[in-house]
């Protein structure tokens, strides 16, 4: 099988912004295999999400790669990102949608069918299910099944964004069932085997 450069990674930042952090994601983001970075720190006050922000916009914009801000669609447009991710407990995607207008906005739908349906009702530009193999990333009350992503594919063509525990050992499955793209965090963050530069390199779009 041929190696296809694709961007179908949707990257999550780690938990925790450490100093060399901007320059691995520098170096992640040169791979040329992610077409998302998502911002996610939860316990950063405002101004530190805002700082922070910022800087990650630049290394995106220089990477051409789309920055998500997670949670807060006021922070999205105070930043003057691409978009913003919303959970089940986060603001209602209408209310979103007045703040960032045009801008991306992608929910988060577990593994109901219901939230699927509803998500595609109110025009989400992608919805992401999970999740689908265990993760210490965080605490997760919903698992789903590869065929929920086969099933949500028959009802739209919104982008499906797989996301829970995947690793290079189990990447394929996902892209096998049809997922656009796939959400990877610890695996790239907190490898304690490989570094953020060579686990992205065993992550390859197969066509």
């Known amino acids: 099988m041929r190696i296809n450069k694709k961007k179908f990674i949707y990257l999550i930042s780690p938990n925790k912004i450490s100093k ?20 996610r720190i939860k316990n950063y006050p405002r ?17 051409k790669v789309k920055f998500i801000i997670n949670d807060d669609p006021n922070i ?3 930043i003057d990102c691409d978009g913003c991710h919303l959970g089940q407990s986060d603001m209602d995607i209408l209310a979103a949608r007045k703040i960032l207008k045009n801008k ?3 929910l988060t ?30 605490k997760t009350k919903f698992r789903a099944r590869l065929k929920l992503i086969s ?8 982008p499906i964004v797989a996301i829970g525990g995947i690793t290079y050992k189990n990447y394929k499955n996902l892209l096998l069932h049809k997922a656009n793209f796939l959400a990877i965090s610890g695996y790239i963050w907190n490898n304690k085997k490989l ?3 060579e686990a992205i390199s065993l992550l390859n779009y197969e066509n």
């Open 20 to 39: 060399d952090f901007y320059r691995n994601l520098d170096i992640v983001l040169d791979s040329k295999k992610i077409k998302y970075f998502q911002l």
């Open 47 to 63: 101004k530190n999400i805002i700082d922070i922000g910022k800087k990650v916009k630049k290394i995106c914009e220089k990477n």
């Open 76 to 78: 999205a447009k105070f």
């Open 104 to 106: 991306i906005i992608g």
């Open 109 to 138: 739908c577990h593994n109901s069918k219901i939230l699927i349906k509803k998500a595609i009702l109110n025009k989400a530009d992608y919805i992401a299910l999970g999740a689908f193999y265990e993760t210490k990333t965080k």
């Open 151 to 158: 099933e949500t594919r028959k009802l739209t063509n919104i």
């Open 195 to 197: 570094t953020p530069k």
